[in-house]
């Protein structure tokens, strides 16, 4: 089985902070995605990767960026956590046939 | 914007078949249809995804009309832990979720 593991599930930062938040996948996959997810407004994708040290914005980018110096790891950071950035963050990763394998989810609460 | 189009909600007796339709009338001739779903509090799980053939996983069975606008998913024998939004999507690898339809297994 695919595993795509997240490794904070619940984060509560402030205001102006500097979160990371970290996902790490076993199955060798290349691309990697990360998603946020608010009530309403369903997922949205922030960043994405095609290989190591390369990265594409997705349709949120601005606030976000990614990291990605090992194929196995796609870390998304928030350079200064704002309260809109409260959200539910997914980490996905592409399997054969564009199939997403999605982690658990990260919930972070800015205050 | 979503491609897709669901249900909002649907309910299913426990034990008794569950079929959620999805129609994707702007799917081209080369993109796959998805099913996912979500239980509350969870990332999202993949179910099954088809082209132009029928499918059938141990998860579900996929069924997808011939002229490709429209599919159902069918859960032959649904439990309470079947209560989930399933999500139907049409594209390749920047998948776009819509709201789906909330699926409630009832005892």
């Not at chain 1, 349709?59 to 409260?86: C, H, M, W």
């Not at chain 2, 995804?49 to 579900?60: F, I, P, R, S």
């Not at chain 2, 819509?98 to 699926?103: D, H, N, R």
């Amino acid at each position: 089985d695919v595993k795509v593991t997240q490794s904070s599930r619940y984060l509560v930062k402030r205001t102006g902070e500097k979160v990371f938040l970290e996902c790490v996948q076993d199955m060798d996959h290349e691309n990697m995605f990360w998603y946020r997810q608010d009530p309403g407004l369903g997922l949205r994708l922030i960043y994405f990767s095609y290989d190591v040290k390369m990265k594409e914005k997705g349709d949120i980018p601005e606030g976000y960026s990614v990291s990605r110096e090992k194929k196995e790891r796609f870390s998304l950071i928030l350079e200064s956590a704002s309260t809109n950035q409260t959200s539910m963050y997914l980490c996905a990763t592409e399997g054969s046939g564009n199939t997403i394998y999605f982690g658990e989810g990260s919930w972070l609460t800015v205050v | 914007d979503a491609k897709t189009t669901q249900p909002p909600s649907m309910d299913c007796a426990e034990g008794r078949a569950a079929n959620l339709p999805c129609n994707h009338s702007t799917i081209s001739g080369n993109e796959y249809v998805y099913w996912y779903r979500q239980i509350h509090s969870q990332g999202p799980q993949y179910i099954i995804h088809g082209l132009k053939n029928n499918e059938t996983n141990e998860m579900a069975s996929l069924i997808i009309t011939e002229d490709r606008k429209s599919s159902t998913l069918i859960l032959p024998h649904a439990t309470l832990r079947d209560t989930a939004v399933y999500y139907c999507l049409q594209g390749g690898n920047k998948l776009v979720f819509g709201a789906g339809t909330i699926l409630r297994v009832k005892s």
